[in-house]
């Protein structure tokens, strides 16, 4: 009786070590995951003041995380987002270009106001006491969440980037490629970069602590 009840708790102690185990294989995963994607953002960022030294670092602090999370809806490489947003306006999210657009992507107010039942509703530009104001499109998440939203929305009828990255930039009927080949000449230096982990890169190999978990 007592070699079996020594048994019983012998097989509980087992079962608690495992479960324990696993909680903490599950924890250190999750951590390493955490700290992964916090060097992810912080390369981004670090292109973003390669590329303009004078972006303002703080307006842009979660553009990073807005940027991999629309990208991979839209089923792009965050990179070519990336390239995409330096292209338009070199990481300014106060430009405002010559037909009005505004922000990191230069979304029309028009464009956004479409767009408004699938991404939220977003406030206007407009002018106080003589000052213009631009409003939420000038916000760096805001512009990625509906320039992601417009590209997603081109790509279901756009059978290729080429001609959704061409309409993007020039409407329905846009027949100028140049903008195509910019934002795809970027990307192609942005992929030079291999801490900004673009989807066309090699993969690199686990972590240390990924490796002594055999996975």
């Given at each position: 009786?007592?070699?079996?009840?020594?048994?019983?708790?012998?097989?509980?102690?087992?079962?608690?070590?495992?479960?324990?185990?696993?909680?903490?294989?599950?924890?250190?995963?999750?951590?390493?995951a955490?700290?992964?994607?916090?060097?992810?953002?912080?390369?981004?960022?670090?292109?973003?003041?390669?590329?303009?030294?004078?972006?303002?670092?703080?307006?842009?602090?979660?553009?990073?995380?807005?940027?991999?999370?629309e990208?991979?809806?839209?089923?792009?490489?965050?990179?070519?987002?990336?390239?995409?947003?330096?292209?338009?306006?070199?990481f300014?999210?106060?430009?405002?270009?010559?037909?009005?657009e505004?922000?990191l992507?230069?979304?029309?107010?028009?464009?956004?106001?479409?767009?408004?039942?699938?991404?939220?509703?977003?406030?206007?530009?407009?002018?106080?006491?003589?000052?213009?104001?631009?409003?939420?499109?000038?916000?760096?998440?805001?512009?990625?969440?509906?320039?992601?939203?417009?590209?997603?929305?081109?790509?279901?009828?756009?059978?290729?980037?080429?001609?959704?990255?061409?309409?993007?930039?020039?409407?329905?009927?846009?027949?100028?490629?140049?903008?195509?080949?910019?934002?795809?000449?970027?990307?192609?230096?942005i992929?030079?970069?291999?801490?900004?982990?673009?989807?066309?890169?090699?993969?690199?190999?686990?972590?240390?602590?990924?490796?002594?978990?055999?996975?």
């Amino acid at each position: 009786m007592r070699l079996m009840k020594a048994g019983v708790v012998g097989a509980i102690g087992l079962a608690v070590l495992v479960v324990g185990g696993a909680v903490m294989a599950r924890h250190v995963l999750a951590v390493a995951a955490e700290e992964d994607s916090e060097r992810l953002n912080q390369a981004i960022l670090d292109y973003v003041l390669e590329r303009n030294p004078d972006a303002p670092v703080d307006a842009l602090r979660h553009y990073p995380d807005a940027l991999i999370a629309e990208a991979r809806k839209t089923n792009i490489d965050h990179c070519l987002g990336l390239a995409q947003a330096e292209v338009e306006s070199e990481f300014k999210p106060d430009a405002v270009g010559s037909a009005g657009e505004i922000g990191l992507y230069q979304i029309l107010p028009s464009t956004a106001a479409v767009l408004e039942p699938v991404v939220g509703q977003f406030r206007r530009p407009s002018v106080a006491n003589g000052r213009r104001e631009l409003g939420d499109l000038a916000d760096p998440v805001v512009s990625t969440h509906f320039a992601m939203a417009y590209l997603r929305d081109i790509l279901a009828r756009r059978p290729t980037v080429k001609e959704a990255l061409t309409e993007y930039n020039g409407g329905p009927s846009g027949r100028h490629y140049h903008y195509y080949e910019r934002v795809m000449g970027t990307y192609v230096e942005i992929l030079e970069h291999p801490d900004l982990r673009c989807r066309f890169q090699t993969v690199p190999p686990p972590s240390p602590v990924l490796a002594l978990l055999g996975i």
